[in-house]
């Protein structure tokens, strides 16, 4: 929930903090530079980057300290965080603090809140990786992948709340996520299958058993950061549009594609049980499919049933590439793997969301035709991988 508020109010919340007018100056070279979009991108890219530095972090963390104890410390740093960045956002609204110093301290407010926040993801993968087996995990990583989609559909919900104040969405956030804290330390037993040892092996990226589908999910997450993070400049200028109307307007496009993310986790893949890489090849193709329409939609019907169709192809290929991984390494390296795979996907959304604002600015369906461009060739490539199976996973 909490990510999809920020997608869907940071693009507007940037512009009404002038970050699109900030100008960059070397006079002792005599460069200016005005990145435009790009420094308000640049605030999800840092994030994105930060995320994947210390995902890894706090997967080896859940391997020894316990799946909830590093979920507990996500959500609370994730609240704590928004209201960081909201305090220095709110003086920039205020006008207290503008231009260079503005643009600083938010930067340092997003690096604060990724480094904790980014513990949650792991330690819920890996959970849910401990509770299930390996013909049961592609189903139970859906499940948890629907849980995500719930809250990216609710979430922009609370975009409307910015008739209020482009703040007040975050600060609802914030609060949400503390309860849900509360409720993880209350009611949520520790994972039945957890290891307290160290795994014997440190895991690393480029580890031949799962190495093709961390790059798999780096371009796939790279292009969705890509189209997510210039979807709320494209709203707004393809339709003409004002900021408040834009938020709205994007919001409720985010719903329809995590309702169709929704019904691909709760109904394709729960009930037809495809293997991951059937998910990855009719995934991939659908997401390809719904960026070249994106890039030509002209009315907002068009774009919400663009987003529909991407959406559909991200709900199945998001557990295809989760589940993929998990079945080739040990219960000691599930932590481990999950802060990889999160890491990864923070990777793609810290170039997607740079390359994409750079490339907007010559035309504004330039990202769409990209990311459709891109994931041409990796829907050939997915057909050729070999199906993977629980037969090689061993729990040490």
Not at 13 to 25: F, N, Q, S, T, W
Not at 260 to 268: D, I, P, R, S
Not at 356 to 384: C, D, E, K, M
Request: charged share 10%.
């Amino acid at each position: 929930m909490g990510q999809s508020v920020v997608f869907a109010i940071i693009p507007m919340l940037g512009r009404e903090l002038a970050l699109d007018e900030i100008v960059l100056r070397l006079p002792w070279l005599g460069i200016e530079w005005q990145p435009r979009e790009l420094a308000i991108t640049s605030l999800s890219a840092l994030t994105a980057l930060i995320f994947s530095l210390v995902a890894p972090f706090w997967g080896r963390r859940s391997d020894l300290w316990g799946r909830k104890r590093v979920m507990m410390i996500g959500l609370v740093g994730y609240a704590i965080g928004t209201v960081l960045f909201n305090a220095v956002a709110w003086l920039g609204l205020r006008e207290a603090l503008l231009g260079g110093a503005l643009f600083a301290a938010l930067m340092v407010t997003r690096v604060i809140h990724a480094s904790i926040m980014s513990a949650t993801q792991p330690a819920t993968s890996a959970y849910v990786a401990d509770n299930t087996t390996a013909d049961s995990r592609t189903a139970g990583l859906g499940k948890l992948q629907a849980a995500n989609q719930i809250g990216v559909m609710i979430g922009p919900a609370l975009a409307w709340f910015a008739v209020i104040n482009y703040l007040a969405p975050m600060y609802l956030q914030a609060a949400l996520t503390l309860i849900i804290a509360l409720l993880v330390y209350r009611l949520l037993p520790e994972s039945a299958g957890q290891v307290r040892r160290r795994s014997s092996t440190r895991l690393r990226v480029g580890d031949p058993r799962f190495v093709r589908y961390v790059l798999i999910g780096f371009v796939l997450f790279t292009m969705l950061g890509m189209v997510q993070q210039t979807l709320g400049f494209y709203f707004q200028d393809r339709l003409q549009l004002d900021g408040i109307t834009a938020a709205q307007r994007f919001s409720v496009a985010m719903m329809v594609s995590s309702g169709a993310m929704l019904f691909a986790q709760l109904v394709v893949v729960q009930r037809f049980a495809w293997s991951p890489i059937a998910l990855l090849r009719s995934g991939i193709p659908l997401v390809m499919a719904g960026y070249f329409y994106l890039a030509i939609a002209d009315d907002l019907g068009s774009l919400y049933r663009a987003m529909a169709l991407f959406g559909l192809g991200m709900g199945l290929a998001s557990p295809g590439y989760s589940a993929s991984a998990t079945l080739v390494v040990t219960a000691q390296e599930q932590g481990a793997l999950a802060g990889i795979l999160g890491s990864a996907a923070g990777m793609g959304f810290l170039g997607g969301p740079l390359i994409g604002a750079f490339i907007y600015r010559f035309n504004p369906s330039l990202p769409y035709w990209t990311a459709g461009a891109v994931l041409l060739p990796l829907s050939f490539y997915v057909w050729r991988l070999r199906p993977v199976t629980g037969a090689r996973v061993s729990d040490g």
